[in-house]
Antibody, heavy 121, light 113 residues
Framework: QVHLVESGGGVVQPGRSLRLSCAAS????????MHWVRQAPGKGLEWVAV????????YYADSVKGRFTISRDNSKSTLYLQMNSLGAEDTAVYYC??????????????WGLGTLVTVSS | DIVMTQSPDSLAVSLGERATINCKSS????????????LGWYQQKPGQPPKLLIY???SRESGVPDRFSGSGSGTDFTLTISSLQAEDVAVYYC?????????FGQGTKVEIK
């Protein structure tokens, strides 16, 4: 049974930083690409970033490029998202999601429940 | 970036009737050499994360009821719920994974008439 559990969300002031974590279990974490997808309150889905199983490939949405960094620790089966220079537009539920195959197809077959990030003074 | 546009934004269908959701991409998501359309469909119920229904435009994810089907190719795609059930009330999103940035449609809300 695949489980993805995000943590690290909360209320943060504009301009500050936050690091999200996603603990994975139930599958061979070190063979799958992983993603972050966010959803602003009452809005649609926005893909944020992807990382390959070996960390060699990373892609970001333009809206977060240069501010957010995706990483992973395969020894801990954990995915991370370091978020810097946060702004109100980053307020959202952040989901981690597993890639469908080990070939980084960029389709998401399992999602966590999400963690809410609120950027407010 | 590939822009995904869904229609309609919302629809109300009677129980047992067919629901059809359309998704159009601003450029083709058909990978010609692989002959695959890089298009997925997700269902999101209130307070829950999205759930993958369909990938490669028409492949049903394991455990998804067969009343859900996907079709289309190139730039035009359709998600069909052949006989709407009460538990199908949700927002449905299409997503292209042909190229980064990965992009979603704006969502279509399905309700019971």
């Amino acid at each position: 049974q695949v489980h993805l559990v995000e943590s690290g969300g909360g209320v943060v002031q504009p301009g500050r930083s936050l690091r999200l974590s996603c603990a994975a279990s139930g599958f061979t974490f070190n063979t799958y690409g992983m993603h972050w997808v966010r959803q602003a309150p009452g809005k649609g889905l926005e893909w944020v970033a992807v990382i390959s199983y070996d960390e060699n490939t990373k892609y970001y949405a333009d809206s977060v490029k240069g501010r957010f960094t995706i990483s992973r620790d395969n020894s801990k089966s954990t995915l991370y998202l370091q978020m810097n220079s946060l702004g109100a537009e980053d307020t959202a539920v952040y989901y981690c999601a597993k890639d469908l195959t080990s070939s980084l197809e960029h389709v998401f077959d399992y999602w966590g429940l999400g963690t809410l990030v609120t950027v407010s003074s | 970036d590939i822009v995904m546009t869904q229609s309609p934004d919302s629809l109300a269908v009677s129980l047992g009737e067919r629901a059809t959701i359309n998704c159009k991409s601003s450029q083709s998501v058909l990978h010609r050499s692989k002959n695959k359309n890089y298009l997925g469909w997700y269902q999101q119920k209130p307070g829950q994360p999205p759930k993958l229904l369909i990938y490669w435009a028409s492949s049903r994810e394991s455990g998804v009821p067969d009343r859900f089907s996907g079709s289309g190719s190139g730039t035009d795609f359709t998600l069909t719920i052949s006989s709407l059930q009460a538990e199908d009330v949700a927002v449905y999103y299409c997503q292209q994974y042909f190229s980064t940035p990965l992009t979603f449609g704006q969502g279509t809300k399905v309700e019971i008439k």
